[in-house]
């Protein structure tokens, strides 16, 4: 099941990587407005070019939580300087993937402390080949996180704190999702999101298994009154959050009988043997669109 699942996830990515390419290279990031939602307790989800940050803001500094596509730096500067006078300390990042990361050597070359867990700094060092058999650049020196955790880790400055937690092979293999418990805010990365399929990074080491763990591990840690940033999207509650864990584990359970029954992966995605939402997740993964 995990290869069949694989295959048709390795095929989404390279789709929605060479998407997310494209869409930086074509962008004119000139255009883009940064939009700034205040989340209680001083701490802020910024919407701009890439994946979507969240910044937490103390008497002594400021914890940034990924970094969107790099020509997006000064307009998030720009942002975070709107809500307080102190500079960014930390910057952590969810997974390796540029449209999460691209900032890190701007910021990183200000001086800002890159957190990450462990695995994010080979693939940014040293990056693997892609779909297309081609290999990327390597991230610059300043690009590469400094601060790495194995399983957990705790940032803070002085007011508020950030938890970062490890989800084994979800999207990637160096997932973090990001708890502020002062302001109840989960910054989950691409690890999910309302309306969104499951992205599993499989040359990145994502899987399905993986993502259904580590939903289930911050949905334990939330309340109904937890605000969730997705790394795409519009905020989130943990209704959300916990339709999206029920549907990966209903998709889970689907393929995986389907994949018992013998059928190859073409055959499950035909309109009619499978029910509907694999077929349009098959879909959106061939024609590389983001849920
Ligand atoms: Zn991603």
Known sequence: MRHFVGTAAAAAIALIAGTAVNAAQQQDFSKVEVKTTDLGHSTYMLEGAGGNVTVAVGSNGVIMVDSEFAPMHDKLKAAIAAVTKQPVRYLI?????????????????????????????????????????QTPAAAPPAAIPTSLYTDKMTVAVAGPSAQLVHIANAHTDGDSFV?????NVMAVGDTGGPNRYPN???????????????TQAYLDMANDRTKFVPGHGPLATKADFQAY????????????????????????VAPGLCDAEIVRVRLEQRTGRRG
């Open 93 to 133: 990042n969810t997974h390796y993937h540029g449209d999460h990361t691209g900032g890190n050597a701007a910021f990183g070359n200000e001086g800002v402390v890159i957190v990450a867990q462990r695995n994010i700094k080979n693939r940014l060092a040293n990056p693997s080949p892609g779909a297309n058999g």
């Open 179 to 183: 708890y502020f418990p002062e302001a």
């Open 200 to 214: 599993m990074d499989v040359r990145g080491g994502g899987s399905i298994d993986g993502l259904i763990a580590g």
């Open 245 to 268: 864990h029920d549907m990966l584990v209903k998709i889970r359970a689907s393929v995986a009988k389907l994949k018992t029954e013998g059928k190859t992966e073409d055959q499950a």
